[in-house]
């Protein structure tokens, strides 16, 4: 059997809450233009410093790690294989097999962290590169983007859905 772990499980919340966490504080600083925390927000951290684009990655990795920790849960698998009578070949039941999925759990997480660090940078720079200015860049976010893939996907799984539906009604007036 396969245990079924995703590899980006948390989708795009880690890029969301990055990027929230990173703009509110130049939201509250934004009520006082002239203040000298807007100067130094928007100079340092401000959208399109080379800090504000590390502090992300970061981010969004942190939050990946600990939406995947809120998500998955290995103690619970680990009881529920072994109540089934199941095993991992090579892993003894128990703590070792918790162990084992918190580690693959772990490795799988940093891998879907570092593509959505990727997708939700490398966009900006490279409209920055085709534009020449950052205007172009903020119309196509790394998180608009894997929405529509999303939505394109769930789409497709529904047509699938109901064209399976379909055939299984054909079926179902033959029988009788």
């Known amino acids: 059997q396969i245990i079924p772990i995703k590899v980006n499980s948390s989708g795009v919340l880690p890029i969301i809450f990055a990027f929230s966490l990173l703009a509110f504080p130049q939201l509250i600083a934004s009520f006082w233009p002239n203040g000298k925390f807007y100067a130094f927000w ?3 951290f401000g959208t399109g410093t080379v800090i504000y684009y590390i502090v992300s990655v970061v981010l969004i990795i942190l939050f990946a790690f600990f939406y995947a920790s809120i998500q998955f849960k290995p103690d619970e698998i680990s009881k529920s294989i072994q109540s089934q009578g199941g095993s991992i070949p090579g892993i003894r039941q128990g703590k070792p097999t918790t162990d084992y999925l918190s580690r693959i759990n772990n490795r799988l997480t940093l891998f879907g962290a570092i593509f959505l660090a990727f997708v939700a ?3 900006t720079f490279l409209f920055i590169l085709i534009a020449g200015s950052s205007g172009l860049s903020n119309a196509f976010t790394a998180t608009g983007l894997l929405i529509v893939v999303s939505v394109a996907m769930e789409i497709n799984t529904a047509l699938e859905t109901q064209l399976t ?3 299984y009604k054909g079926f ?3 029988m009788k």
């Open 121 to 123: 940078t490398v966009p």
């Open 165 to 167: 539906m379909r055939n």
């Open 172 to 174: 179902l007036k033959n």
């Open 42 to 44: 928007a100079q340092w």
